[in-house]
């Protein structure tokens, strides 16, 4: 995990920062002369061998010096930071959301799988998986903003936090990501039913629902578990489309501007935090399966 | 098995692929959810294919005077724009159909170079393991660690068809600035799909490569490259056709999500995502130009996923 860390960042590092005078015409702008650009290397120690640069530029990142943005004239990391809270504000209501729809869906098509019910129900969440997130939010911004007019069409928080605004961006998401979850689920829970400890159960006369509930769910989230954590992943790619479509000033949008514009700190200091959540869920799936699955702890 | 394949090889093959093609057809109809994929897919396809065909204005051409109509309207020279115009006064209905050649081909293009790359590796590693395995496996799972999007971003921002390594490319090649933002999509979306698609292949290779017929394979003296590719492959195909089918649906969603962020094929090509991007700007105007485009795209994407859900269904079947 802290060697791919380590690769990813060399990696980032080379792309961004091995051609020195690029970096400068970065930080000083189109119009700087050569003269200029070549002192600012000489005065940020940008004639140091590469490897210097690189293992100097990993200490400061890792003490949380992420560098200054070009873009916004302020520190990265305080920006990041800003930008963090408002995504996980969003990311955080996405999740619980996302998780009960697709808990029940999940259980109730599962449960009884080919009834009509577990059709329908197959059926919705494959189509709202087809609508990527542009295209439904464009699909809710028309009923929703200019068809009913009952909420704004942009998020920006200008006036601080406001309820209304975060409403489209996380009926976007939710929309795009709960029929993955609700499809693992069913399959999870149809396995599940099948088994022999589910049939005894039944028929040793125990409530149906209680079967379910205590029998059943509880095995059937061990899967689904580990695969929603990695979709943490997939849903910040997600993030990053619903921030921009509807100028979310989250952390998606941040990378957006800064990957747009060339602001080269802000670009890696926001990667380098991106993968960290992506590996970081990798290890939580790996540690809360083993969690999970008395099978595997005391193998 | 092998015998098998090579009495095939051996015997004359008059009609093979059009009668394999007809029973996938035969065998799809079992499948109403995967009919009505393929229906929605080969719609586009017919579209895409024969688009040069229909009575359609031109798409790219930039008139005064009617940017913005409404759907079902009538311009004042007399042209009928079923869908409307968008701000250049060009044909909404006409720029939609276009842009499903423009999403398909590349869409295509883009899946067939990700999984070609991504069978080779994961070939090599399932089944030459030890070192192989371990580079590859290590490469790929850099790769997996960036979110998609990031790692598209990264790519395309430093390699893209503006950065210096693009313009290098095109004066290299001496070739169109469109193709070059093409060639560089390829290339990011074979960045981020290859490894799954080589995890995948290694699995199943991993699980293959205990068989009988590979052993008797290797006695026979075969080379490993005719081991991988003739052997191995073809057999891991029943899992691999049902996400190929799936992994285009994603790429396609890729092609259109990077023209919606502005980095996808330049302008004034008509692609879907940059046509919702562009409409964006016009407000309630421009509502209608955004729709149909997001339509499009579902609907294709939809297509796939059931096409896929087809597939796997019958193939579970039997």
């Known amino acids: 995990m802290i060697l791919i860390m380590l690769t990813i960042s060399f990696i980032l590092f080379l792309i961004f920062e091995s051609d020195k005078l690029n970096v400068a015409t970065k930080v000083l702008g189109e119009y700087s002369l050569l003269d200029q650009r070549l002192l600012w290397l000489e005065q940020n120690g940008y004639n140091d061998p590469f490897i210097t640069r690189y293992v100097r530029w990993l200490f400061n990142f890792i003490q949380g010096d992420f560098g200054k943005s070009i873009q916004f004239s302020a520190p990265v990391s305080k920006l990041v930071g800003e930008h963090l809270w408002n995504t996980g504000i969003l990311a955080f209501w996405v999740f619980t959301i996302t998780i009960s729809i697709s808990l029940v869906l999940g259980v109730l098509s599962g449960i009884a799988e080919g009834s009509f019910r577990d059709r329908a129900i197959t059926v919705f969440s494959v189509l709202t998986t087809s609508m990527p997130e542009f295209a439904s939010a464009t699909i809710f911004v028309a009923i929703f903003v200019f068809w009913l007019d009952i909420l704004p069409g942009t998020s920006p928080f200008a006036s601080g936090f406001r309820w209304n605004e975060i409403v489209l961006p996380v009926l976007v998401l939710v929309t795009y990501n709960f029929g993955y979850y609700t499809r693992m689920m069913r399959a999870s829970m149809a396995e599940v039913m099948t088994s022999q400890y589910v049939r005894t159960a039944i028929l040793k006369g125990l409530p149906y629902r209680r079967v379910v509930m205590r029998h059943a769910l509880r095995n059937a989230l061990i899967a689904p578990f580990t695969v929603m954590v990695l979709q943490l992943n997939y849903l910040l790619s997600g993030v990053i489309v619903t921030e921009v479509f509807f100028s979310y000033k989250g952390f998606g949008l941040f990378l957006y501007q800064s990957a747009m514009f060339g602001d080269i700190y802000a670009i890696e200091a926001c990667t380098m935090v991106a993968v960290f959540v992506a590996v970081l869920s990798q290890f939580i799936s790996d540690v809360g399966y083993t969690v999970l699955n008395p099978r595997i702890r005391f193998s | ?318």
């Open chain 2, 1 to 318: 098995m092998t015998d098998t394949t090579a009495a095939a090889n051996r015997a004359p093959k008059p009609d093979s692929i059009l009668r394999k093609l007809g029973k996938a057809i035969l065998l799809m109809r079992e499948s109403r959810i995967g009919m009505f994929g393929a229906f929605l897919v080969l719609f586009w396809v017919m579209i895409a294919i024969f688009v040069p065909l229909l009575p359609l204005h031109e798409p790219l051409t930039i008139t005064r005077g009617s940017s913005l109509m409404p759907m079902l309207s009538t311009d004042p020279t007399g042209a009928f724009h079923w869908l409307g115009t968008d701000d250049r006064s060009r044909d909404i209905l006409s720029r939609l159909l276009w842009g499903s050649r423009l999403v398909l081909f590349w869409a295509t293009a883009a899946t067939l170079v990700a999984y070609t790359m991504g069978m080779l590796l994961g070939v090599m590693a399932g089944y030459k393991a030890g070192w192989w395995d371990e580079v590859i496996s290590f490469i790929g799972n850099v790769l997996l660690s960036f979110p998609l999007l990031v790692l598209y971003l990264v790519i395309l921002t430093s390699f893209g068809a503006n950065s210096s390594a693009g313009q290098w490319l095109k004066a290299a090649l001496g070739v169109d600035s469109a193709v070059i933002a093409g060639i560089m999509i390829i290339v990011a979306v074979m960045f981020g799909t290859a490894p799954q698609v080589a995890r995948i292949v290694r699995g199943l290779v991993l699980d293959l490569k205990t068989r009988d017929y590979i052993a008797a394979a290797e006695v026979r003296g075969e080379s490993p490259l005719y081991i991988m590719l003739v052997e191995l492959l073809p057999n891991a195909r029943g899992p691999l056709i049902v996400d190929a089918c799936l992994r285009l649906g994603y790429v396609t969603i890729t092609i259109a999500l990077l023209g919606f962020l502005g980095l996808g094929l330049p302008p004034p090509d008509p692609d879907w995502g940059k046509m919702i991007n562009e409409a964006r700007a016009w407000g309630s105007n421009g509502m209608n130009a955004m729709l149909w485009p997001a339509f499009a795209i579902s609907t294709l994407v939809l297509g796939l996923n059931l096409l896929a859900d087809g597939i796997r269904e019958i193939s579970l079947r039997d």
